[in-house]
Antibody
């Protein structure tokens, strides 16, 4: 089955760190551009960043609010995407979705996980 | 405040046609494709349209898209109760080197 399953969310204090994961199955993970999108409670969608396939240099891009604090990585051997979040702030509280297009990045984010909730609070 | 501007709300009655606008600039909509996402309450977003007007398999032809200059729009014809959802436009921004989402439009079917 073609799917993405996020895990690792939880409650973390401001200034803390957390790593969330996204397990992929049913498509060629190593060839896919992978993206993280978040949604704060009651708010809209916000792009967090993306990582390209190693064949494309494994390029990463980040949104301004998270650049320097968040790191996206991938382990193609176990088909897993990661989002390492450091120096967390209350405004990072959100549902974090991983998303991709198994065919081509240019055809939009066609496959989404169910999301994992990160709450930053003292 | 999002760089892509959408009306916060829209409404229509069953069977009607509604349109949702998405306004950007030359660095985003003006030079890149627009994508539309539908998010039903409590669920993950779903790709509705890609490359401005193309529909993924399974999306009804009641949903259509267009782009002109630095604006895009989503049209929903034959409105149905199950279309009640949040709708987001998205595109790449060359200046920011990142993806932008519109602020979202909550569609109510009254």
């Amino acid at each position: 089955e073609v799917q993405l399953v996020e895990s690792g969310g939880g409650l973390i204090k401001p200034g803390g760190s957390l790593r969330v994961s996204c397990a992929a199955s049913g498509f060629s993970f190593s060839n896919a551009w992978m993206t993280w999108v978040r949604q704060a409670p009651g708010k809209g969608l916000e792009w967090v960043g993306r990582i390209g396939p190693k064949a494309d240099g494994g390029t990463t891009d980040y949104a301004a609010p998270v650049k320097g604090r968040f790191t996206i990585s991938r382990d193609d051997a176990i088909h897993t995407l990661y989002l390492q979040m450091n120096s967390l702030q209350t405004e990072d509280t959100a549902v974090y979705y991983c998303t991709t297009n198994p065919i081509t990045i240019f055809d939009g984010m066609a496959l989404w996980g169910q999301g994992t909730t990160v709450t930053v609070s003292s | 405040q999002s760089v892509l501007t959408q009306p916060p709300s829209a409404s229509g009655t069953p069977g009607q046609r509604v349109t949702i606008s998405c306004s950007g600039s030359s660095s985003n909509i003006g030079t890149n494709n627009v994508y539309w996402y539908q998010q039903l309450p409590g669920t993950a977003p779903k790709l509705l349209l890609y490359r401005n007007y193309l529909r993924p398999s399974g999306v009804p032809d009641r949903f259509s898209g267009s782009k002109s200059g630095t604006s895009a729009s989503l049209a929903i014809s034959g409105l149905r109760s199950e279309d009640e959802a949040d709708y987001y436009c998205a595109t790449w921004d060359d200046s920011l080197s990142g993806v932008l989402f519109g602020g979202g439009t909550k569609l109510t079917v009254v």
